[in-house]
């Protein structure tokens, strides 16, 4: 089975300021790796994945996250936050390869970024 | 671009109630992907369905049933309704084939149960 960490349910920061999510995931097979954001009131949108290939991985918008394998880690990182960055944010895995990819979260960690 | 629909968008029911939630797909997307996420809690697999057949069923409870139609669309259905079954229930959608096939979810039913 697939289990997924995320060991800060909550990261204050400043507007401007850097920030990075920790993701610790565990798995007997190799797996896919997600970030999902959630803003309030809303479903989730896909901020970016590992499938394969080069281990760090970008958004359209900052946001960066790169996969060790070795730590079993895929940590998500922004230089400079902004006041629309605060949300929910859930890191996730899946199976690869199988062709039925059910989602495991984290237990998600809310970014507020204050002025 | 076409997104994944789901109605009632919300929903208050009553102890013992049944409740019914639709979810449409991405034209197409033959899987069909059900969520639940508890207030301040992470999304949970339910149940999933690939043409129409289920394709994996996660922490679904005995009291809650699915199908998928010939037209792909999905419901579940939900009897007996408890406190604890209030939360926000996803729907996603996916294109067939094996590898990964990006899950597009739609914008949830929020379930409320007095």
């Known amino acids: 089975a697939q289990s997924v960490t995320q060991l800060d349910s909550q990261v204050p920061v400043f507007e401007e300021a850097p920030v990075e999510l920790r993701c610790n995931y565990s798995?007997?097979?190799?797996?896919?790796l997600f970030w999902y954001v959630q803003y309030p009131n809303q479903g989730l949108q896909l901020l970016l994945k590992?499938?394969?290939?080069?281990?760090l991985v970008e958004s359209i918008n900052g946001f960066e996250a790169e996969f060790n394998k070795s730590q079993t880690s895929f940590h998500l990182r922004k230089p400079s936050v902004h006041i629309s960055d605060t949300a929910e944010y859930f890191c996730?895995?899946?199976?690869?390869?199988?062709?039925?990819?059910?989602?495991?979260f984290g237990t998600g960690t809310r970014l507020l970024v204050s002025p | 671009a076409a997104g994944v629909i789901q109605s009632p968008r919300h929903l208050i029911k009553e102890k013992r109630e049944t409740a019914t939630l639709k979810c449409y797909p991405i034209p197409r997307h033959d899987t069909v992907y059900w969520y639940q996420q508890g207030p301040g809690q992470d999304p949970q697999f339910l149940i999933s369905f690939y043409e129409k057949m289920q394709s994996d069923k996660g922490s679904i409870p005995d009291r809650f049933s699915a199908q998928q139609f010939s037209d792909y669309h999905s419901e579940l259905n939900m009897s007996s309704l408890e406190l604890g079954d209030s939360a926000l229930y996803f729907c996603a959608s996916s294109l067939p084939g094996r590898g990964y096939n990006e899950q597009f979810f739609g914008p949830g039913t929020r379930l409320t149960v007095l």
């Open positions: 996730a895995v899946s199976v690869r390869g199988t062709g039925f990819q059910k989602l495991v």
């Open positions: 590992y499938l394969s290939g080069s281990t």
């Open positions: 798995s007997s097979v190799s797996v896919y």
